[in-house]
């Protein structure tokens, strides 16, 4: 009995465990967030099996460099010699011998000796043999093995350059959905303000109505007023739970995590006074761009690897060989050794190669194009972005203000209400009035995060403790 009560505690421990383990609820402000995304995102994680793919391209290209040692060896028995057919020697020699004879006239002539001429069966061939043979070979110059280990090392800059820029978006991402989050979680609060207010407003009616000091139609307004706030309540709420699906979507963690997101949307004021300086800026820092440069670089290198196939190859080469041969495994053996230099060089493929280097050309064209064509994408987004930005600086400066011209008509109206001076739609439109304000305020505070974490994204202003995280990694590559 002491067992059992023993292994169903137990057993409800283990549950318990698991049931908060799921229910753990993951509390993230907006570096935790990106810091989480760094690690789980599919696409940075498919770039960055690119670079130790292109780690692995740049120690082949060296191979190519180096010696190349071989080894081989094998093992022969004939389960039926070979043949030649020889004519008979014996006979050759013997009508040799009577013809001179009797030319000679030492001995009378008797054709009868000489013998009908034939072919016989001969083997060289012994039944077992064996060879071993070990043979080095170096390169000496090969100008194709020189620019693939170039073209190689290019890669592979354009490999984390990629996971740079696979970041740089990412980072981007999550700063849009927590900020998104963000928008819709401060909003239900002014909302669900709106709604405490209205409901205090209907409770101080209802006391008054008690005592008769109101009237039913003023109670009713309020009601009803109450009443069409709550489904607004509860939309931006659902709102709000979509905005957090989103960022996990954006994070790459599991859509049943249960997260909360600190922060506040805030105003920090940047001065950016040159828009030309800033589209230099993006020319020169753009992640994007510089990965279209560095392919572009890859591109030439791939160029210079075909035209490299025109060129001459020098090797040397030496190898050393033990075999042997009987037919009785009682071997006779011998060892042969040969050193050398070989020069080879195409004369003709049909054109193939110049039609290579062609292709490769135009592939350089047209990344040059893509480029010119991304630097014309982000001067555009700047500009755009810039102009928003000095609109949205003005329209804050003047909701500030509204918000706080708002809240005083709103206390206004009340103390007018509970004087007696003022009427229910006076306080309802105030109200109104001030909850527009602060969403306004709000939405031009967070019109103004998006579009510097955009100028941002635009001229590669990304937080380096991001990328160093990469930099470490590679080093086990």
């Known amino acids: 009995m002491r067992n059992s009560i023993k292994f169903i505690k137990l057993l409800l ?8 383990a799921y229910s753990q609820t993951l509390n993230l402000n907006l570096d935790e967030a990106i810091n989480l995304a760094l690690e789980n995102n599919r696409e940075i994680l498919t770039a960055d099996l690119d670079v130790k793919k292109a780690n692995a391209a740049v120690r082949e290209a060296y191979g190519y460099a180096l010696p190349s040692v071989d080894f081989s060896a094998s093992f022969t028995h004939f389960l039926q010699k070979p043949v030649m057919f020889f004519p008979d020697f014996e006979a050759l020699l013997g009508n040799s011998v009577y013809g001179i004879l009797f030319n000679e006239k030492l001995l009378p002539r008797d054709n009868s000796k000489f013998k009908s001429m034939q072919f016989t069966k001969q083997s060289f061939a012994l039944a077992n043999s064996f060879s071993t043979k070990a043979q080095v070979s170096q390169i000496l110059f090969n100008s194709t093995v020189l620019e693939g280990i170039g073209a190689s090392s290019i890669y592979l800059q354009l490999a984390k350059e990629n996971v740079f820029n696979k970041a740089s978006q990412t980072i981007l991402n999550v700063k849009k959905a927590f900020y998104g989050a963000l928008l819709t979680k401060e909003m239900a609060a002014i909302m669900e303000a709106s709604l405490i207010n209205a409901q205090n407003n209907l409770n101080n009616i209802k ?114 060989e033990f075999a042997g041969s009987s037919d009785k495994l009682n071997f006779d053996t011998y060892n ?93 439109n105030s109200e109104l009035a001030l909850r527009q304000a602060k969403t306004n305020l709000l939405q031009s505070l967070y019109d103004y995060n998006i579009a510097m974490i955009e100028i941002d994204n635009l001229i590669g202003n990304v937080n380096k403790a991001y990328l160093t995280k990469f930099e470490s990694k590679w080093k086990n590559y």
């Open 207 to 320: 006391a008054l109505k008690k005592q008769g000091i109101i009237s039913e139609y003023d109670s009713l307004q309020v009601e009803v007023m109450v009443e069409n706030l709550k489904p607004l309540v509860l939309q931006l709420n659902n709102a709000y739970k979509t905005s957090l699906d989103a960022l996990k979507l954006a994070i790459g963690i599991d859509p049943k995590t249960e997260i909360v997101i600190n922060g506040m949307i805030e105003y920090n004021e940047q001065q950016i006074n040159d828009i030309e300086n800033l589209i230099q800026t993006a020319y020169k820092n753009n992640l994007t761009l510089k990965t279209l440069e560095l392919k572009k670089k890859v591109d030439e290198a791939f160029v210079n690897v075909e035209r490299s196939s025109l060129y001459p190859s020098l090797y040397a080469f030496g190898s050393f």
């Open 336 to 428: 042969s050794s040969v050193v050398g230099i070989g020069l080879s060089i195409n004369l003709f493929q049909g054109n193939r190669t110049n039609q290579k280097i062609e292709q490769s050309k135009v592939t350089v064209n047209q990344t040059e194009m893509t480029i010119n064509s991304m630097k014309d994408v982000i001067s555009f987004q700047l500009r755009t972005t810039y102009n928003d930005l000095n609109r949205i600086k003005t329209l804050i400066e003047s909701q500030k203000s509204n918000v706080a011209l708002a809240d005083k008509a709103y206390q206004i109206s009340l103390v007018r209400y509970k004087e007696g001076t003022g009427t229910q739609l006076e306080i309802q």
């Open 13 to 20: 421990i283990l549950i318990f465990s698991v049931i908060s």
